[in-house]
């Protein structure tokens, strides 16, 4: 069986990816409208098909949640470069100094798209929060960085110590 997420082939009967650890038992993630898609980090609804609320968080845990199990590492990868134009438009910008908008909407961008395929990463394998989640960002070549986020994605639910 093939993973919809990761694309590795897997035992016919596998439960799981022993790839990724994306559920291979679950149907495919469907289209949701775009009033239904997560708002990302940026306030920008995100792209990501049949989203299901998932809380993420740089800390280790939720106060008033434990964590029920932890399904391992969660990522979104994606690498960009600026067009020709756009570095025109930059390198015009830097000779009057301060904020770099081409530049700044390139990163912004960039996160986003790896916070969403973080998101949907921790949806296919069934998690519902992510703990220890992280930016990463790397030259791959000049003019050309890749940006990872990364996390724990796990399976929360509420304490019940904490209940009244």
């Keep these: 069986m093939q993973c919809q997420f990761c694309g590795f082939e897997n035992p016919p009967d596998a439960a799981f990816c022993?790839?990724?650890?994306?559920?291979?038992?679950?149907?495919?993630?469907?289209?949701?409208?775009?009033?239904?898609q997560p708002m990302g980090s940026t306030g920008y609804r995100g792209s990501i098909p049949g989203f299901q609320a998932v809380m993420v968080t740089t800390a280790f845990g939720f106060e008033g949640y434990r964590v029920k199990q932890h399904l391992g590492i969660v990522r979104g990868l994606?690498?960009?470069?600026?067009s020709v134009v756009g570095n025109?438009?930059?390198?015009?910008?830097?000779?009057?100094?301060?904020?770099?908008?081409?530049?700044?909407?390139?990163?912004?961008r960039a996160r986003e798209e790896a916070y969403d395929l973080l998101l949907q990463h921790a949806v296919a394998v069934g998690a519902n929060a992510v703990i220890g989640m992280r930016y990463d960002a790397n030259d791959v070549m000049d003019g050309i960085t890749e940006v990872l986020?990364?996390?724990?994605?796990?399976?929360?639910?509420?304490?019940?110590?904490?209940r009244q």
Excluded: W
């Excluded at 025109?88 to 912004?108: M, N, P, R």
């Excluded at 986020?149 to 904490?162: H, L, Q, R, W």
């Design 149 to 162: 986020a990364y996390g724990t994605a796990v399976v929360i639910e509420p304490d019940s110590a904490v």
């Design 18 to 36: 022993q790839r990724c650890g994306a559920n291979l038992k679950s149907s495919p993630i469907e289209a949701a409208s775009p009033d239904q």
């Design 88 to 108: 025109l438009a930059g390198q015009l910008q830097s000779l009057f100094g301060g904020s770099i908008t081409a530049y700044v909407e390139l990163c912004e």
């Design 78 to 82: 994606t690498v960009r470069s600026r």
